[in-house]
Nanobody, 112 residues
Framework: QVTLAESGGGLVQPGGSLRLSCVVS????????TTWYRQRPGEGRDLVAT???????GYADDVEGRFTISRDNAENTMFLEMNDLRPEDTAVYFC??????WGRGTQVTVSS
């Protein structure tokens, strides 16, 4: 069974930055598309960013230019660098490998 483990969440002031990590427990990681989702309080999960095995990326409109998704295939790890954070970015952030597994999530709170 493949597991995904997120880390790096926390409390940050508006305008601040955080870097999320997600370690995937399979060497098949290098062949998979990997994604980040987020779930704001009282809402469903929304796609934030996607990266394919060759490094091609895609972003939701409201994070384009502020967030950067990346991956290290040698370490089976993906990252989400988040800059210029806003209160509306407050959410639980999940890593997800389509049709494989979800992580448990990490809380990001943006507040002064």
């Amino acid at each position: 069974q493949v597991t995904l483990a997120e880390s790096g969440g926390g409390l940050v002031q508006p305008g601040g930055s955080l870097r999320l990590s997600c370690v995937v427990s399979s060497d098949l990681f290098k062949k998979w598309v990997t994604t980040w989702y987020r779930q704001r309080p009282g809402e469903g999960r929304d796609l934030v960013a996607t990266i394919d095995p060759t490094g091609n990326t895609g972003y939701a409109d409201d994070v384009e230019g502020r967030f950067t998704i990346s991956r290290d295939n040698a370490e089976n790890t993906m990252f989400l660098e988040m800059n210029d954070l806003r209160p509306e970015d407050t959410a639980v952030y999940f890593c997800y490998v389509p049709s494989v597994a979800w992580g448990r999530g990490t809380q990001v709170t943006v507040s002064s």
